[in-house]
């Protein structure tokens, strides 16, 4: 049984199809790709399987459980862990406490604990605390960890999307567009990270990317999307190679 | 280049110049040597205020740090600041720079040998005291002081919903009613001879120790309340908040207004003397002390994640529904505490009392003293009501100086005063051995 299957899922905006009988398996350990150009519905995608939207036909399997219908919160703490292509942190909270934010569903002090600050909380606390220090040792930006998002670098808030969803303690990470604002050497950087984090945690991952040379570099198969539909799957030689891909997409791409 | 850019702002600098001057000898003093400086200072008025006013031209010890006085009496104006430099500023500031090499060890032999919470309790108890004899040269002081406090938990617990959470609610004013009339109904019901209810059902001298009791179910029936306003809120998103929150202020009023069981228009009189200046100190402590552990909490932070981006709180496993529900009657449970201990120290409460006035003011206190802030909302609360009181003189003309200064407050620093700092109880008592211990070390931005 795959870890995460998705089974023609179709999705409306109103009366835009943004994405048309969808398919996908995932398997632990695996890492995929998601190409395609802008407006395809790869994000959509993305929010469809982590229950940001509700798809209006298809079944989402995770661990064969039907997760169709289940709030984000409760797809997150199954699992399922994501970043923001558009970088969605949160203004006035600051890079540690992003991480910490991110093991809400694992705590078990409980209202008693909020309240009256008893030792199981600041043992609980002091618990996270570590395990979001780690996280941030482990993205490279321990030193920013008492910093607000709003002062820091497109690079490093790139990396704090990455260490708090890594908090989640996700089977399958979705990373969408993590390298997008990114200058060479960041992106190298990215890439390391994102293979470290793979080997340490064994974690299935799905990635939306623009750049081919990361795609190409990373993932074992690519599905390529155009106006929701995947057109292409195989892996990078295949992709690189078809005669559809280079017409509808890549062609642009690898003429630069 | 630090000379260059000073030279670009010559005037703040001097400004900030002359700050530093006057706050020099005093960046090593610690939190207990100002709280026994104070303490030294009001038990001065107390003993010879009236004596030592009367010898410089003033009528008695000025109630307010003389500023009503004053209005009403601008020749009054030097004798007044005599007052205040020889019976305040003087007192506290050499006993506070007097006693701070000893404190300064104390503290930090006590954080050494004691668990922190008694070292911050023995502060409370000085704090206290310094309340205690400051109210002690007359009641008017004692009123102002429990109203003042009444108004910390009502602007704290605002602030988890403003500021912490994010919406704009107009409901707190609901909510104390509830608080209120809850608490009011059980000290009459068991332990008055009354007119509506009859004789006691309880020994009446039991009262004062089961006020607590009353004033929880008050609060609870507040919490009741929120639910009837967070279940059609929270369920979408959008600002449906602030209109259902303000209509259920109304109906509150006017269910009110209609029940004669409690009076209808007329209120509610009769409760007892049990929200006496311990009483209310003690309830302010409790509730800042919990509502600052909650929003320190990750459970509470969650509230900041819910603001600022809900649907990537929501990707990060937070239940944002929960989140906000539980803070939402939280809040609502506080200021239903407001209320019954409002009930208590008025002794008296009509429905009058919860309407846009109310509101207005709450609101006030939580801009003004700024928002996502514990500390904030104390200072804003102290300021407002301090405010409020020592411009009553001015009459109609308060009305505009106190919207005026909320105004301004607006436009330079639209989160307010203290917004966004984190209160640390710990870091404002521990010692300051090093100049750079200033009081702005102790709140630290979040
Ligand atoms: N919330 C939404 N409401 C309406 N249309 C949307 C929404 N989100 C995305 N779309 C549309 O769906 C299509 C796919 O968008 P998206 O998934 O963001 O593309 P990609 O991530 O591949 O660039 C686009 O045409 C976009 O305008
Ligand atoms: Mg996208």
């Not at chain 1, 969605?88 to 406490?97: A, C, K, P």
């Not at chain 1, 809400?104 to 002090?109: P, R």
């Amino acid at each position: 049984m795959p870890l995460l299957e998705v089974k023609n899922v179709t999705h409306y905006f109103g009366g835009l199809r943004a994405v048309h009988n969808y398919n996908l398996t995932l398997e632990p350990g695996q890492i995929r790709g998601l190409i395609g150009p802008n407006g395809a519905g790869k994000t959509t995608i993305f929010n469809l399987i982590t229950g940001i939207y509700r798809p209006s036909e298809g079944e989402i399997l995770f661990n064969g459980q039907n997760i169709v219908g289940l709030q984000p919160y409760q797809i997150a703490a199954m699992g399922l862990g994501r970043t923001f292509q558009n970088l969605q942190l949160w203004r006035h909270v600051n890079v540690l406490d992003h991480v910490k934010m991110a093991r809400y569903s694992k705590i078990t002090y409980g209202l008693v604990g909020a309240f009256f600050g008893t030792r199981k909380r600041y043992r609980e606390e002091a618990e996270i605390e570590e395990l979001a220090y780690h996280l941030l040792e482990l993205v490279g930006i321990r030193r920013y960890a008492d910093q607000l998002v709003t002062n820091l670098p497109y690079g490093i808030l790139r990396r704090v999307e990455m260490a708090r969803a890594l908090a989640t303690e996700p089977k399958v990470l979705f990373l969408d567009e993590p390298t997008a604002g990114m200058n060479p050497e960041e992106l190298v950087q990215m890439m390391e990270i994102i293979r470290q984090v793979h080997q340490e945690f064994n974690l299935a991952i799905f990635l939306i990317e623009h750049r081919m040379k990361f795609v190409m570099e990373l993932c074992e198969t690519i599905q390529t999307l155009v106006f929701g539909e995947v057109i292409a799957e195989g892996t990078p030689e295949q992709i690189q190679n078809d005669p559809r891909v280079i017409e509808a997409y890549l062609g642009k791409e690898l003429v630069e | 280049m630090a000379v260059a850019v000073q030279d670009l702002t010559p005037e703040k600098s001097a400004l900030r110049r002359l700050w530093e001057r006057v706050q020099g000898p005093f960046l090593h003093v610690p939190m207990l040597s100002w709280l026994v400086g104070a303490l030294v200072a009001v038990l001065i008025e107390l003993s010879v205020g009236n004596n030592l006013a009367r010898l410089i031209g003033l009528p008695k010890a000025p109630v307010l740090f003389g500023v009503s006085l004053i209005l009403k009496e601008p020749v009054l104006v030097p004798a007044a600041i005599v007052y205040i430099v020889l019976v305040y500023l003087a007192p506290v500031a050499l006993v506070a720079r007097g006693t701070a090499g000893w404190a300064n060890r104390t503290v930090a032999k006590l954080l050494d040998t004691i668990p922190a919470w008694v070292v911050i309790l023995i502060h409370l108890l000085l704090l206290y005291a310094v309340l205690h004899f400051w109210a002690e040269v007359n009641t008017y002081r004692l009123l102002v002081l429990r109203l003042t406090m009444i108004a910390i938990v009502l602007t704290v617990s605002l602030n988890v919903v403003n500021g912490y959470m994010g919406e704009f609610s107009c409901s707190h004013p609901g909510f104390m009613a509830l608080g209120a009339y809850g608490a009011s109904v059980f000290s009459l019901l068991f332990f008055v001879d009354d007119r509506i209810f009859g004789a006691p059902i309880l020994p009446p001298a039991l009262g004062p120790f089961l006020f607590p009791l009353g004033l929880i179910a008050g609060g609870l029936l507040a919490s009741v309340g929120a639910l009837f306003v967070a279940i059609p809120s929270f369920r979408t998103r959008g600002d449906y908040l602030a209109i259902i929150s303000l209509a259920f202020t109304f109906i509150i009023k006017s269910v009110i207004e209609n029940l004669e069981v409690v009076g209808g228009p007329r209120g509610l009189g009769g409760q007892p003397d049990w929200a006496t200046l311990p009483v209310v100190f003690a309830w302010t402590v409790l509730a800042v002390w919990i509502i600052n552990n909650f929003v320190r909490s990750t459970l509470g932070r969650a509230l900041n994640a819910v603001r600022d981006d809900e649907t990537a709180a929501s990707a990060m496993t937070v239940n944002t529904r929960r989140t906000k529900m539980t803070a939402f009657l939280f809040a609502a449970f506080w200021a239903g505490i407001g209320g019954g201990l409002l009930a208590h120290v008025l002794k008296y409460v009509n429905p009058g009392s919860f309407g846009l006035q109310a509101l207005a003011e709450v609101l006030a206190m939580v801009y003004f003293g700024g928002l996502n802030s514990v500390v904030g909302s104390m200072v804003g609360a102290v300021g407002f009501n301090l405010l409020s009181e020592a411009l009553r003189p001015l009459e109609i003309f308060k009305w505009i100086i106190i919207p005026v200064l909320l105004i301004l407050v607006m436009i330079f620093r639209p989160t307010g005063l203290i917004a966004f700092r984190e209160f640390d109880v710990l870091k404002i008592i521990r010692p300051k051995h090093t100049a750079e211990g200033d009081t702005d070390h102790a709140l630290t931005g979040s």
